[in-house]
């Protein structure tokens, strides 16, 4: 009855991801692209971390697909503004690389979600976020065993 509402709430969150989430996501894959080996299995680690950590807190087995993933890009929206408004010291590199990954999962989550079709700018970078979370995924699954358990 009311799906006419849903092209303005899906702009409204992409004015959102823009202002808290684009920049950030850019810096990333534009760091991680001229990265070398090691600084790459740094960003791989940050990227695997935060999807862990956009995890949704719910115990509904049946959510799963498109609503998993605008849970996810809901919790890494909000892990962002939340860093955005602690306290950080300006030369903190490593809290900015990880508010950074939290961003570039935000975005790939949603546009695993479908959330920007409105928008091709934002699917471009959803899309390559995306690859940057699969091929995160897939490193620290295969590098696993190397990786000290605490």
Excluded at 43 to 49: C, Q, T
Excluded at 65 to 87: D, I, P
Excluded at 100 to 110: E, F, R
């Amino acid at each position: 009855m009311f799906s006419w509402f849903q092209p303005n709430r899906q702009r409204e969150n992409i004015r959102k991801d823009r202002k808290h989430l684009e920049a950030r996501a850019r810096r990333l894959l534009k760091n991680y692209l001229s990265a070398d080996g090691p600084s790459k299995a740094a960003v791989y680690e940050l990227i695997a971390g935060a999807a862990a950590g956009c995890q949704p807190d719910i115990s509904d087995p049946e959510l799963e697909g498109v609503r998993l993933a605008q849970a996810s890009a809901e919790v890494g929206l909000n892990v962002v503004r939340v860093r955005e408004h602690q306290a950080f010291d300006d030369n903190d590199h490593l809290a900015e690389l990880i508010t950074d990954a939290y961003a570039t999962v935000a975005i790939a989550y949603g546009r695993a979600s479908a959330a920007y079709t409105v928008d091709e700018e934002m699917q471009k970078l959803g899309t390559a976020a995306v690859h940057l979370l699969t091929i995160a995924t897939s490193y620290m699954t295969a590098h696993s065993d190397e990786i000290p358990q605490k």
